[in-house]
């Protein structure tokens, strides 16, 4: 039996998971059959609900069908937790980064911004009021990985290394080198150049990954459901066996099976 690799939580970390859907009810009628999520509107902001596994929130959701939104998409996003977050967009900035939205306060929860890298990909970061004490135990329903696909991975990753202090892990692959971000020696997150079957418009972006019991099971129920599996299921050896999907309003996210422990 291997050793479980050690996970990072706390400041460098990703902490946080939200769709931006066109079309809440499908979207959570989706998720719910897939993956036995629960939607559940917040109180206090409209249009928001909480994805539920049982008594606890593993993400956000957010209706982006009205004008004000500008016809963004249906996407998955990310949120990453920071110190400070006015510091960070200053420090990203400098970096070559692109404000997208300026720095918010979320009442009782932190501040956040959210960027695009200078290769292009969305991110958010966020200061919580009160950080992650102990490593995330992904169960299935659980989010258990964030994955970058960059379209200049060298610049992502000189980016990401200076504004959050990750330090990149390459690792040969058969379809060529992958790189684990680590934050204070534990795994945060990964990453590699986009594939070259992906098509040319679809530009950088961070994909996650989501904890699924069957991953075979799962690729079906998503079909059953009007999503769309992009390719079959593949297998990475020691880590586990994945796909990615598209849900019934166009976002994009995975589904993995981890490999035994």
Same mark, same amino acid.
């Not at 300026?102 to 929860?109: C, H, L, M, S, Y």
């Not at 079957?197 to 904890?211: C, D, K, L, R, T």
């Given at each position: 039996?291997?050793?479980?690799?050690?996970?990072?939580?706390?400041?460098?970390?990703?902490?946080?998971?939200?769709?931006?859907?066109?079309?809440?009810?499908?979207?959570?009628?989706?998720?719910?059959?897939?993956?036995?999520?629960?939607?559940?509107?917040?109180?206090?902001?409209?249009?928001?609900?909480?994805?539920?596994?049982?008594?606890?929130?593993?993400?956000?959701?957010?209706?982006?069908?009205?004008?004000?939104?500008?016809?963004?998409?249906?996407?998955?996003?990310?949120?990453?937790?920071?110190?400070?977050?006015?510091?960070?967009?200053?420090?990203?900035?400098?970096?070559?980064?692109?404000? !997208?939205?300026? =720095? #918010?306060? @979320? &009442?009782?929860?932190?501040?956040?911004?959210?960027?695009?890298?200078?290769?292009? /990909?969305? *991110?958010?970061?966020?200061?919580?009021?009160?950080?992650?004490?102990?490593?995330?135990?992904?169960?299935?329903?659980?989010?258990?990985?964030?994955?970058?696909?960059?379209?200049?991975?060298?610049?992502?990753?000189?980016?990401?290394?200076?504004?959050?202090?990750?330090?990149?892990?390459?690792?040969?692959?058969?379809?060529?080198?992958?790189?684990?971000?680590?934050?204070?020696?534990?795994?945060?997150?990964?990453? !590699?150049?986009? =594939? #070259?079957? @992906? &098509?040319?418009?679809?530009?950088?972006?961070?994909?996650?990954?989501?904890?699924? /019991?069957? *991953?075979?099971k799962s690729a079906e129920a998503v079909k059953a459901a009007?999503?769309?599996?992009?390719?079959?299921?593949?297998?990475?050896?020691?880590?586990?066996?994945?796909?990615?999907?598209?849900?019934?309003?166009?976002?994009?996210?995975?589904?993995?099976?981890?490999?035994?422990?």
């Amino acid at each position: 039996m291997s050793e479980q690799p050690k996970v990072a939580f706390g400041p460098g970390s990703f902490c946080w998971n939200e769709l931006y859907t066109t079309d809440l009810k499908k979207a959570a009628k989706f998720y719910e059959k897939v993956l036995g999520w629960k939607f559940v509107p917040h109180g206090e902001m409209g249009g928001y609900n909480m994805i539920m596994v049982g008594d606890r929130a593993v993400g956000g959701a957010m209706d982006i069908s009205k004008p004000e939104f500008g016809g963004m998409p249906s996407c998955w996003g990310y949120y990453i937790d920071v110190e400070d977050c006015d510091q960070t967009v200053e420090r990203a900035t400098s970096l070559g980064a692109e404000v !997208m939205r300026e =720095p #918010a306060d @979320v &009442p009782e929860v932190g501040r956040f911004a959210a960027l695009k890298d200078p290769a292009g /990909a969305a *991110i958010n970061v966020i200061a919580l009021k009160q950080h992650a004490n102990e490593p995330p135990c992904p169960v299935p329903g659980d989010f258990l990985w964030v994955e970058l696909l960059s379209r200049d991975f060298s610049k992502a990753a000189k980016f990401y290394s200076q504004l959050l202090g990750w330090q990149g892990i390459e690792m040969p692959m058969p379809e060529g080198v992958y790189t684990v971000f680590q934050s204070k020696g534990a795994n945060a997150g990964g990453g !590699m150049p986009m =594939p #070259a079957q @992906v &098509p040319a418009e679809v530009p950088s972006h961070w994909v996650g990954y989501i904890h699924v /019991a069957d *991953i075979d099971k799962s690729a079906e129920a998503v079909k059953a459901a009007g999503g769309q599996v992009l390719f079959p299921v593949m297998e990475v050896p020691n880590v586990g066996r994945f796909t990615q999907i598209v849900d019934p309003t166009g976002a994009v996210v995975a589904l993995m099976t981890p490999a035994p422990m």
